[in-house]
């Protein structure tokens, strides 16, 4: 009896793990989404953002969920990629926010603020500061689901065709220079233009615009820059941090099994991570060779700088007085950068100042 009665048990239990098999297989279906990026197939590390979260993501659920990455203007523009995903045109999409600040200086904060957070500083206040969560309440507000998926550290000042020593040399100056930032050097008498950066070179080199700022050193240098510009500026103080972003359409994104929305979330973290170690270590060395090639580094003059600040803080009262969903934010994040500076004063930046200006790791003869 008591064998009959194992035999049976052991035999539901085998229909069991049968009957379970296929009820887990459509449990994750198979998924295959399109996804748009800003940038250029040629840059590795933006570019390669997206493609980096593709490639996770299929690892995490044995290939069921397929993302295929498309470069800049191969079915959506470098700019168009919010409204395409916003749309339903594409599932998702891999920009930077600040790229939109047309529609709503808001979405700045997503992506950088001038004279705001470094990478760090942006991750803190993204994942344990608060932003999170203001900006997943924006962004619902235009029908989308927004993820960090990368950061590229902060970024250069910019190629000029002249030597930029005061304020003045500023007016007239036809910039490309994306998001917030274009607002601000205007009040200085910049032209700002927002292009995609694919149509950088060319715009260059034709004389359409008299210098350029896009990332930094590595990618620069591979859409060819020094080519047609000599003096190279820093620091990029509109991008103290950017993050970059994978985008969703809200109802897509909430039609995912929650096995495939945490495999996304993962893979996004995954690929910040990822990013801005590349960025460090290609920027360095990148950075070598065009000095080496003729490049002129220049920093900003300290007058240049001021006059900046103060008109990135007269641009952001002005937007907050006239712009409910802007000053909600812009209060929350304005708090948290300076008890960030607070403590990044006391320790990282006490820390930085002193290795940087120390000699090499040598023994003292």
Known sequence: MKRRAFLTSAGVGVAASTLAAPAIAQSTPEIKWRCASSFPKSLDTIYGGAEFVA??????????????????????????????VKDGTIECGHTVSYYYVGK?????????????????????????????????????????????????????????????KSVEDLKGLKFRIGGYAGTIMAKLGVVP?????????????????????????????????????????????????????????????????????AALQAACADATLDMLGKYDVQNMTALKRL??????????????MQACYQAAI????????????????????????????????????SFDRFVYAAPPLEKKK
């Open 104 to 164: 709503d200086p808001t979405f700045a904060f997503d992506a950088a603020m001038p004279f705001g957070l470094n990478a760090r500083q942006q991750n803190a206040w993204m994942t344990h500061g608060g932003g999170k969560e203001l900006m997943a309440e924006f962004f619902a507000g235009h029908n989308l689901v927004v993820i960090g998926a990368g950061n590229t550290g902060t970024q250069m000042g910019g190629w000029f065709r002249k030597e930029i």
């Open 291 to 304: 000095v080496a090639a003729g490049t002129q580094l220049r920093p900003f003059p300290n007058e240049v």
């Open 193 to 261: 233009q927002q292009i995609g950066g694919g149509d950088i070179y060319p715009a260059l080199e034709k004389g359409t615009i008299d210098g350029a700022e896009f990332v930094g050193p590595y990618d620069d240098e591979k859409l060819g820059f020094n080519k047609v510009a000599k003096y190279y500026y820093y620091p990029g103080w509109w991008e103290g941090g950017p993050q970059v972003s994978m985008m969703f359409g809200k109802e897509k994104f909430e039609s995912l099994p929650p096995a495939y929305k």
């Open 55 to 84: 490639k996770r993501v299929a690892e995490l659920t044995d290939g069921k969920f397929q993302i295929r990455v498309f470069a800049a203007g191969e079915i959506v523009p470098a700019l168009q990629v919010l409204d395409a």
């Open 314 to 349: 007269e641009v952001y009262e002005d937007e907050a007085a006239k712009n409910e969903k802007f000053r909600k934010i812009y209060e929350a994040w304005k708090k948290f950068r300076e008890e960030e500076y607070l403590w990044f004063r006391v320790a990282e930046y």
